[in-house]
């Protein structure tokens, strides 16, 4: 099965942070950003996307796991933690290039995007003001943009 | 007879113009001049002008050069008017 | 409680110590948050006769019971104070990551009092407050100030609310920034920081936030959300407040070169359909924001290329049309400059036209400018003069006191033009051809003010003839400004309001639904009238007479000399009969004050007693005392 994962369209996204607000909503309970397991990025003012997990093909975080803790499985081939085996060390976030995994001091293991599988779609998806996100696959992704360079190539 | 619409904001995008002269026949109302205004251009239906009413959306107001902001879309339409199509300035 | 934390951080700068004040459901009940809120502990802390720019004016911050929660573009605080400007109640709201924070942190308020020994700037780490030292900080804009200490602490969950060089150096309208493009930008709430020697106040609140009915909040939310995306928002997000710039000057409400005119031939020119086009980079928005309004441009070719800033309408208007300016990259440099040294853009603008009149009168000549051509659409001289008043030097001192007191000092017929109500520069409304808006501004409680006072949208309604005055406007204007009041404590932006069908029982509902407490339409809607009263409450208290609530002579003398609204003018009858007829809607006395029995109709006995620090019946005037 493709690899799905939820893709922030950069052009679409204006940091509101809402995702962040109704994913930590729906898994915590209450409103706290940082266990969001979406989050956005904002580094000058005209740069801002959200980032979650992306369950890389050869995921980093997985090689780097001292407790062999995590492992890419279920039905919608999500990243997947035995928590039991997790001590919160988080190599695994220094392992990932893209700061999708968060320590949960609360559990002391760590929390990642996990597509909502209890949901008919994923929160932030639903919710996002701008539909910037979606449930995507790189093939798609890569889709969209090659149509978007191909109508380029035809503006006078 | 003929009239004019001035256009600003986006309605100058979908209408291409920011000027639409329109000729209408006499005795025509403020809504004979609505419907014109959609039968040029249809996008006008999303958004700014109600469908079945053809009244204005919240917050696209009809001015009128001369006589202020009207709603009433019964009011009879003059050889020569100059309408203004906004929408409304709001905070900022 | 659920949401609202009860409690006030009150930090005491002479002393260098802190402590928790309980707020009560009560309180919180009667208020809710923002202005509300920030104006009942303003009343209870500022000594009565406190000079604004003295260690006893308190600085109060305050959150909502809405912020922290996914609710629509709650992420709000409001700034209030005893206003270096005008004399009288200063509040101002702004927004974002820094307003989280603070809510985050624990805080539903928080009061600063005295002066520093040195200059500090806080560190408020969710419940230990450090004050450090703040020298290296001094002479950095706001987002340098910014930047240097969220990269000192390492963690970008650290916010930061601070002054630039403008505040530090008591400009009168200096501003409090925040999250490097947001400003609390009226009144002066910069300078009484300045005046305590506090730079900054940086901020990380981790505190998660919970609500009563987190099911039923989503559904309400989500809903708004949705609805937040159709034309009852579109001029906010496609062309943003800057489409105001073409539809006021065809109504002849464009204020040009110091109300000389009231449209402006450079309109097409720094119109928001113009900046849209050719200057539009992105489009961003508030933390919790569904619409995104701000708009950041980008300066491509010429002196200021690289440029990038973002611009409201007011801005616009006053660094533009208002100083005859029709040059987009000068307008944007100057605001750029505004953010920078942290001053009001509006008041910024409202003081350079009127030192550009005065320039194009004689009174001001090249000797007093240090050689600068200060004539009306010179983009130049606009650019210089943003950082002359933001460093106070040569005529940019005089400047910086607000075109009340540049004029009273200045004399030669200079108050004819100084564009002010009660000290506070008149925004991008012109009064003569916007009669209702005229009483807004006259009777404004922090003064000249479409914000508080939005009447222009009784103007610009059909069935109301916006060149005639007549007193049913008086009952209009309160309306306008008792809902503002409920949108500034609750707090929601103002750019949602039309996204509520029926405003008092849906926000209401949102009310409850957050925090827990009980609230109905009624008595919601009765918050706004309580909060108004109460900057009444203070305002009397401090000072305020009758002879504040008016315009400029400009208004009644000089008529607009051309465009759609020729002729228009205000006459001193037809605004006494506004203002009275205002008086008596709000059930006060033929003088404009508050008697006992309105007070004790919105449950504000404890008011009665705070008003009684009054000093000895005696009313010195604020501003000449």
Known sequence: MERKYIHCEVDKCTGCRICEFVCSAAKEGRFHQELSRIRVAHPTPAVVVSIACRFCENAPCIAACPKDALTMSGENNTLQLDKARCTGCGWCIEACDFGAITVDRSTKSVVMCDLCPSLPQPRCVETCPKKALSLSTSEAVAQRARDRAAAKSTES | ?92 | MYSYSGKCLVVDLTTQSTRLEELSESLLSSYLGGVGLGTRLLLEKCPPGAGPLSPDNPLVFASSGLAGTMVPTASKHAVVTKSPLTGLVGDSLSSSHWSLALKRAGYDAMVITGMAPSWVYLFIDDDIVHSRKAEHLLGKGSSQTEEAIRRDAGDNRVRVASIGPGGERLVRYACISNDSSRQAGRTGTGAVMGSKRLKAIAIRGTRPISVWDLDGLQKVCSDLYARSQTSSTEKYRILGTPGNVLVLNRLSALPTRNFQQASFEGAEGISGEHLAECYLAKVTACATCPIACEHLYRVQEGPYAGLEMMLDYESLFALGPLCGISSVPAVLKAAELCDFYGIDTISTGGCIAWAMECFEKGLLTANDTQGLDLSFGNPDALVTMVERIGKREGVGDLLAEGTMRASAQLKGGSEHWAIHSKGLELPGYDPRSMKTQALGFAVGLRGGCHNRSPSYEVDMSPGVDRLKAEPGRGLLNKEKEDFAAVLDSLIICKFMRRCFDDFFAEASRLYTLATGIKMGPAGLKQVGERVNNLKKAFNIREGWTQADDWLPPRMFKDPIPSGEATGAVLSEGELRMMIDAYYKARGWTASGLIPLSKLKELGMDDVVELMKGQRNGAQVHPLRG
């Open chain 2, 1 to 92: 007879m003929e009239c004019t619409v001035e256009l600003f904001g986006t309605l100058r995008q979908l209408m291409k113009t920011s000027e639409v002269k329109l000729k209408l026949p006499p005795g025509a109302s403020l809504k004979d001049l609505v419907a014109a205004l959609v039968e040029r251009e249809a996008g006008l239906l999303e958004g700014v002008v109600d469908p079945k009413t053809l009244a204005l959306s919240v917050p696209y107001r009809l001015y009128q050069e001369g006589r202020g902001f009207v709603d009433d879309l019964g009011r009879k339409v003059e050889r020569g008017d100059r309408f203004v199509l906004m929408s409304v300035a709001v905070g900022g």
